[in-house]
């Protein structure tokens, strides 16, 4: 049975086409994707992300449990409200889940994982907690909206009391707080600098429409699909799984082997390493005419690969993607488009910086 989020009459009355996101009737856009991909870029648009997974850990051991199932090292958070990206992985290092962890007190964090992953993470957390006596609490009568954009910041101080835009505009990234009666995290999927606000169901609504009447016009998940690859942020369940590595995957920046902490999937990633991690992930740019999908055959001096992610990129005006070839010198990278191979170039990701295209993508 499709799921809905509490803003879903919110997305129809403003005439959203919707569609079936992991089992969530969700807003692909609400009349133009690629007016909502520049709305964020060079503007502030907001997104209903409620069907994203909140969790709740308590109890007395939590650090401890958090330094056992992330790859990341909950060390580094020591200040109330700060938060940190990881991946879960299982036992040979393949990602199970990848996902913000924020530290609210020594026996709080809170989890926010994606929405497809669930039940898969309600179960693998739930197991793995029993050892460390941690309370495992959904929350799923809490909504989420991310207000993104160059101007997102100033747009939503003004729905804030003085003291609450105070605080929100003194927030580092990476960092949340209690403001105003709403979870404020500096923290976002676009590239673009903004908030992910979780609030209560009951209030859901009233924000909605306080945002809208603050300017902030919607987008849909459409538009968060192409601004986070031009971002270069991986997708869950297609720019990595559980058969690929953080390693092999590009976010090896995420996982912490710095220290003698024991966590699930260390020792596959240690031996990938000392093996050589057998496949690497890499930015690609078309400059043919054409679009870039998913599991296109990609040539490469290193071997055979595919598309991960792929699109035409509204901010460049070119088709980007993610690749995953053979460890090793790529060289010269083609795709095969029905037939015909098509010459890529290997760049540096993210394709696009401060709403900005990185020098040697345009080149």
Not at 32 to 56: K, P, Y
Not at 263 to 274: D, H, M, S, V, Y
Request: glycine share 10%; net charge negative.
């Amino acid at each position: 049975m499709i799921q809905h989020t509490v803003l879903n009459a919110s997305h129809r009355a403003l005439g959203a086409k919707m569609v079936d996101f992991g089992g969530w009737d969700m807003p692909i856009h609400y009349g133009s994707q690629i007016e909502e991909h520049h709305l964020v870029r060079r503007d502030a648009g907001m997104f209903d992300v409620s069907h994203m997974t909140v969790i709740d850990l308590h109890g007395d051991n939590v650090r401890p449990f958090l330094r056992h199932l992330l790859a990341n090292n909950i060390g580094k958070l020591k200040t109330p409200g700060k938060a940190l990206y990881s991946c879960m992985l299982n036992e040979r290092g393949g990602v199970i889940d990848d996902l913000i962890v924020y530290f609210r007190d020594e026996t709080w964090f809170r989890l926010v994982v994606n929405a497809a992953t669930r039940d898969k993470d309600m179960v693998w957390i739930n197991v793995q907690a029993s050892a460390f006596d941690v309370e495992v609490k959904e929350r799923p009568e809490l909504a989420m909206i991310a207000v993104q954009g160059p101007n997102a910041r100033e747009k939503m101080a003004s729905l804030l009391s003085p003291e609450g835009a105070t605080a929100a505009a003194n927030l580092a990234k990476f960092v949340a707080a209690d403001i105003d009666g709403l979870f404020i995290a500096r923290t976002g999927y676009t590239g673009e600098d903004g908030y992910e606000v979780i609030v209560p169901e009951s209030d859901a609504v009233d924000l909605w429409n306080r945002l809208l009447a603050a300017g902030i016009k919607p987008a849909g998940l459409g538009a968060r699909d192409t601004l986070r690859l031009e971002a270069g942020m991986p997708l869950y369940g297609q720019d990595m799984d559980e058969t690929v590595s953080p390693l092999e995957a590009g976010l090896a920046w995420t996982v912490s082997l710095d220290t003698d902490r024991s966590f699930i999937g260390r020792a596959a990633l240690e031996n990938q390493k000392a093996q050589g991690v057998p496949r690497q992930t890499i930015g690609l740019v078309m400059d043919d005419k054409g679009v870039l999908r998913h599991g296109q055959r990609l040539l490469s001096a290193a071997g055979a690969g595919e598309i991960l992610s792929g699109t035409f990129s509204p901010t460049l005006g070119l088709a980007i993607a993610m690749g995953r070839v053979p460890a090793g010198e790529a060289g010269a990278v083609r795709v095969d488009i029905r037939g015909r191979e098509v010459p890529l170039r290997v760049v540096r990701m993210p394709f696009v910086r401060d709403g900005k295209a990185q020098p040697e993508v345009l080149i």
